[in-house]
């Protein structure tokens, strides 16, 4: 597997609160939009690999105890 | 005074079939391990003789059967490989124990390369089954239905630190540490409170505060004394308490904390009472309150919350490391660690590139969000467990972290070295050089000794008691002058 480079992905979660109108509400709704295009695209990636027969996988995967 | 962290994690993982009805976990585990081949892949045994798991660090011998395989069961059950590590089969999980490493950096890189190895058995294994079925395996530690397999990890511990020191000071470390080491399980199992998600895979399982048992009634800690080494010098901390985790982040800030906290009890550095008044009751309080606000009740009668609990231990740490050296790695350790309790103060969620249950979470509940499903839903219990699974292509975290969605701690090329080297600073690095070199005269191996057999000649044992002796420093002028087993062992006698 060769090496990837990182794609730099901005960071979610509060580290600091933007409020307000105007140009900072601007940017504000275009962070808000990339993100959504974010999740929409990693769910899409999701969907492809996820397990098709979920229900039946998950009851039958059954393990013995170990340590 | 605080010893060198010689550590070490062993990794059951979950295993399955799928299309095959007569499906038998042991069976498959002896598939697996055996399908993983190397060059001397011969009749090497493990050698069970000086193994003592009943010996109770408390000061006592446990009375029980030991279990020691036959010749034929053993050599079909276990391997060990030229990277110094364990490949074997564990009752009826496949387990992997990575070779002794000094640093948490080379744990990381090691601890990984075991999923290597991992995935490349599970690959050919698979190949061996009748058509249309196929083998399955899980980085995790919980079928949802009340089993639990475990990840443990070791460290090396100075044995004049005395157990009871180690026991009164971990216990609440153990128990809140899960903030940032936490695996996350999507709802609770054995008889625990219901719930959506909680932050660890295992916390619902643990049933006592301190004994030797690992399968049954798991103790917050384990006293199992078997150092694997010169018992008058050392001990080796069993932690089983732990998730099976992901994200590098997560495994370096696991084992480097933890490590960090131990060399402070061997050095007297804990100063503080930390005592919680139910650790048993407080581990799964905490993982089953993502918010991460949940107050736990102290001996003391104060409440605090798990991470204002690890902020003490961290005031302790920085304080340490102001009047004692720390290498570099731990330095790093002690920043990130810095860094992870301020953002979990802040908002848990801010993690997701670095915590495994959080960035679970995070890829849950976005799916959950856009597809209208719930925390019943299957489909959310099939992804709690697909971020687990082995394959580049369909694991979940692994495609986290193609995406460039995870912090990396470590690169692909150390991790792929390390499939086939050993750290060389520790007596790993003897254990893989024999095996490279001598192959067909390794009789059998343990984690402290080696046994060849040359030629009609009894077995030798040669020890290795020391865990930083047998480094590549130290042996490879002799095995630069052993071409064969012979000379290496006539060598060793001059």
Redesign the interface.
Known sequence: ????T????P?????GEETGTGESGQKLAKKGAELKEE??A??D??DE???EN??E??K???????? | MSIPKVMGTEIEYGITVRNDRDFDPIASCVLLVNAYREEHAGRILWDYDQENPLADARGFQVDGEKYTPNQQENIARNKTLVNGARFYVDHAHPEYSCPEVTNVRDLVIHEKAGERVIEMARHEASALLPPGAQLLIYKNNSDRKGNSYGSHENYLVDRRTSFKQIVEHMMSFLVTRQVYCGAGKVGSENRAQPCEYQITQRADFFETEVALDTMVKRPIINTRDEPHADREKYRRLHVIVGDSNMSEYTIYLRNGATALVLSMIEDGAIKKDLSLRDPVRAIKEISHDPSCRREIAMESGKKLTAVQIQREFLELALQYASSHTLDDVTKDVLAKWQHVLEQLERDPMGLTREIDWVAKKALIESFMERKGLDWESPQVQMLDLQYHDSRADKGLYAMLERQGRMERIVTDAEIITAVTEPPHDTRAYFRGECLKRYPAQVFGVNWDSISFGIGDEPIKRVLMGEPLKGSKAHVEDLLAASPTAADLVKNLRA
């Open positions: 597997m060769a090496d990837t990182q794609k730099q992905k960071k979610r979660g509060g580290d999740m929409d990693l769910v990636e999701i690999v996820l397990e979920a229900e996988f998950v039958n995967y059954v393990q013995r105890g170990g340590e």
